[in-house]
T-cell receptor, first 115, second 113 residues
């Protein structure tokens, strides 16, 4: 069965420091991958999505970037964190086709606090 | 751009009563509508979904209805229990262009024992 991993689970970083969050999926190939951010007590904001290696689409202009160096690896980065970057970062995946082809599943998330 | 509106933002019901959450979407090309439940500090979990070729779907105590003409869909929870207390998100997706999913702002459901 498919599983999705995110790390780290929790992160505290000072303003202006760099960021790298990693997401990996096991048990499947060629998934669509997504990064969401959830501010405290708020909804889910789609940040980036990827339909294949090296293919990244950005939804919200900001100081974050994403990369997909391997089929099942999705990385979220920043060169200089802002206070407003604090939040719960969720990676998600879906596999197109098949009976469950539309379902999207979330990873466990990374809780980022920028101080 | 695409938008999903969700109401109410907070809902409090007595145990055993029904709860209804309503959403509207703007992108007429949306064809998949999932609902997620998120407990405090945890990831959202898919609880039920509906595709655009179906008007209603039921799974035990939860059901979803979809009105494509009006572009709205609803979640119905019957015989609510305290463990149903959580934040519920509706969402709308279109199965092209990366299959993006746009979420509503969420409904915080309290079920009082």
């Amino acid at each position: 069965s498919q599983t999705i991993h995110q790390w780290p689970a929790t992160l505290v970083q000072p303003v202006g420091s760099p960021l790298s969050l990693e997401c990996t999926v096991e048990g499947t190939s060629n998934p669509n991958l997504y990064w969401y951010r959830q501010a405290a007590g708020r909804g889910l904001q789609l940040l980036f999505y990827s339909v294949g290696i090296g293919q990244i689409s950005s939804e919200v202009p900001q100081n974050l970037s994403a990369s997909r160096p391997q089929d099942r690896q999705f990385i979220l980065s920043s060169k200089k964190l802002l206070l407003s970057d604090s939040g719960f970062y969720l990676c998600a995946w879906r596999i197109l086709g098949g009976r469950k082809g539309y379902e999207q599943y979330f990873g466990p998330g990374t809780r980022l606090t920028v101080t | 751009g695409e938008n999903v509106e969700q109401h109410p933002s907070t809902l409090s019901v007595q145990e055993g009563d029904s709860a209804v959450i309503k959403c509207t979407y703007s992108d007429s090309a949306s064809n998949y509508f999932p609902w997620y439940k998120q407990e405090l500090g945890k990831r959202p979990q898919l609880i039920i979904d509906i595709r655009s070729n179906v008007g209603e779907k039921k799974d035990q105590r939860i059901a979803v209805t979809l009105n494509k003409t009006a572009k709205h869909f609803s979640l119905h929870i019957t015989e609510t229990q305290p463990e149903d207390s959580a934040v519920y998100f509706c969402a709308a997706s279109r199965s092209d262009g990366g299959f993006k999913t746009i979420f509503g702002a969420g409904t915080r459901l309290f079920v009082k024992a």
